[in-house]
Protein backbone atom coordinates (compact mmCIF):
# COMPACT_ATOMS: atom_id res chain seq x y z
CA UNK A 1 0.00 0.00 0.00
CA UNK A 2 2.60 2.16 0.34
CA UNK A 3 3.47 1.80 -3.14
CA UNK A 4 0.54 3.42 -4.24
CA UNK A 5 1.10 6.53 -2.54
CA UNK A 6 4.69 6.68 -4.82
CA UNK A 7 6.92 5.74 -1.63
CA UNK A 8 10.37 3.70 -2.36
CA UNK A 9 10.08 1.17 0.97
CA UNK A 10 13.52 -0.53 1.61
CA UNK A 11 13.56 -3.70 3.89
CA UNK A 12 17.07 -4.12 5.52
CA UNK A 13 16.10 -7.96 6.87
CA UNK A 14 18.13 -9.41 9.22
CA UNK A 15 18.27 -12.75 10.93
CA UNK A 16 15.90 -12.70 14.06
CA UNK A 17 18.67 -13.82 16.43
CA UNK A 18 20.69 -10.59 15.19
CA UNK A 19 17.89 -8.67 15.51
CA UNK A 20 16.75 -9.46 18.86
CA UNK A 21 20.10 -8.98 20.21
CA UNK A 22 19.71 -5.61 19.25
CA UNK A 23 16.91 -4.89 20.94
CA UNK A 24 17.67 -6.77 24.23
CA UNK A 25 17.89 -4.27 26.96
CA UNK A 26 15.80 -1.42 25.31
CA UNK A 27 13.12 -0.17 26.40
CA UNK A 28 10.41 -1.96 24.30
CA UNK A 29 7.93 -3.21 26.94
CA UNK A 30 5.37 -5.33 23.34
CA UNK A 31 9.02 -7.80 23.41
CA UNK A 32 8.46 -8.99 27.27
CA UNK A 33 10.78 -11.02 28.60
CA UNK A 34 12.18 -12.83 25.41
CA UNK A 35 13.02 -10.89 22.77
CA UNK A 36 13.72 -13.34 20.27
CA UNK A 37 10.80 -15.34 21.30
CA UNK A 38 8.40 -12.62 20.34
CA UNK A 39 10.10 -11.28 17.31
CA UNK A 40 9.64 -15.06 15.72
CA UNK A 41 6.28 -14.46 16.32
CA UNK A 42 5.90 -10.85 15.29
CA UNK A 43 7.97 -11.98 12.22
CA UNK A 44 5.53 -14.78 11.30
CA UNK A 45 2.60 -13.09 11.26
CA UNK A 46 4.25 -9.74 9.35
CA UNK A 47 6.89 -10.91 6.77
CA UNK A 48 4.53 -11.36 4.08
CA UNK A 49 3.58 -7.45 4.70
CA UNK A 50 7.23 -6.61 4.37
CA UNK A 51 7.64 -8.16 1.51
CA UNK A 52 4.89 -7.10 -0.13
CA UNK A 53 5.61 -3.51 1.34
CA UNK A 54 9.26 -3.01 -0.12
CA UNK A 55 10.56 -1.69 -3.18
CA UNK A 56 13.76 -3.30 -2.65
CA UNK A 57 14.86 -5.84 -0.08
CA UNK A 58 18.31 -6.47 0.98
CA UNK A 59 20.07 -8.93 3.14
CA UNK A 60 21.75 -6.59 5.41
CA UNK A 61 23.79 -8.77 7.13
CA UNK A 62 25.71 -10.26 3.46
CA UNK A 63 26.78 -6.30 2.70
CA UNK A 64 28.80 -3.50 4.18
CA UNK A 65 26.81 0.11 4.89
CA UNK A 66 29.02 1.81 1.98
CA UNK A 67 27.48 -1.10 -0.89
CA UNK A 68 24.36 -1.08 0.98
CA UNK A 69 23.71 2.78 0.42
CA UNK A 70 25.33 1.78 -3.27
CA UNK A 71 22.90 -0.45 -3.82
CA UNK A 72 19.95 1.89 -2.39
CA UNK A 73 21.17 4.91 -4.50
CA UNK A 74 21.14 2.75 -7.52
CA UNK A 75 18.02 1.43 -7.39
CA UNK A 76 16.80 4.79 -6.69
CA UNK A 77 17.97 6.12 -9.74
CA UNK A 78 16.76 3.00 -11.87
Known sequence: RLHQGGAFVVWLRAD???L???VTGTDRPWLGESPAVAMRLL???REWLYAE???LII???L???DLLALRIAAALTQ
Open 53 to 55: AST
Open 20 to 22: ATR
Open 43 to 45: YAG
Open 63 to 65: TTP
Open 16 to 18: LAT
Open 59 to 61: DEE
